[in-house]
């Protein structure tokens, strides 16, 4: 998907079903594999389906500089319901929330050497911080504890910190 998705979605708030097509094309693969992890191969077509057909009929609820995040987020929430609530793809897309505020555009734009320091950095922290810190993500852990609030943070800080110290 492109930075800006603004032809898109001019596209499909006008109703075109190829734009659609070329949003699937362009976004289905990657939201499929991240529904799959969260989810289950089971649920994760629904979900993805889901999500796709909620930007085919809102197109004004998304934000052309941040389409494909708000997009994958979604598809994280609705696997994390579905896995967690075990209730369908659809009762869980009418149950989520749209983020209120988008993110800055400037705030994704994430040239590749930014992210191989962020990829390097996470290889610095221990085992456990970066299963931390994927449980988070891919599980929706929640900090419930003070033990647990405090490893989140420990582990969030010490990738901070090994992202400030690469040159």
Not at 26 to 47: D, F, K, M, N, T
Not at 75 to 89: E, F, H, K, M, P
């Amino acid at each position: 998907m492109t930075p800006s998705a603004a032809p898109l979605l001019s596209r499909l708030r006008a109703g075109d079903e190829d734009a659609l097509r070329e949003l699937c094309r362009s976004l289905a693969p990657q939201a499929h594999a991240l529904a799959q992890r969260i989810a289950g191969a089971h649920a994760a077509e629904a979900v993805v389906e889901e999500v796709l057909l909620l930007i085919w009929r809102e197109p004004q609820r998304w934000g052309a500089e941040t389409l494909q995040l708000e997009a994958l987020r979604c598809v994280r929430d609705v696997s994390l319901a579905v896995r967690q609530r075990g209730i369908s793809a659809a009762s869980a897309l009418a149950q989520w929330q749209h983020p209120p505020v988008a993110p800055r555009a400037d705030a994704l734009s994430v040239d590749r050497e930014s992210a191989e320091r962020v990829r390097a950095a996470l290889f610095t922290l221990s085992d456990a911080q970066r299963d931390l810190l994927e449980a988070a993500w891919f599980e929706g852990v929640e900090p419930g504890s003070a033990a647990l609030t405090e490893a989140l943070t420990e582990a969030l800080d010490a990738l901070a910190e090994a992202i400030g110290a690469q040159p």
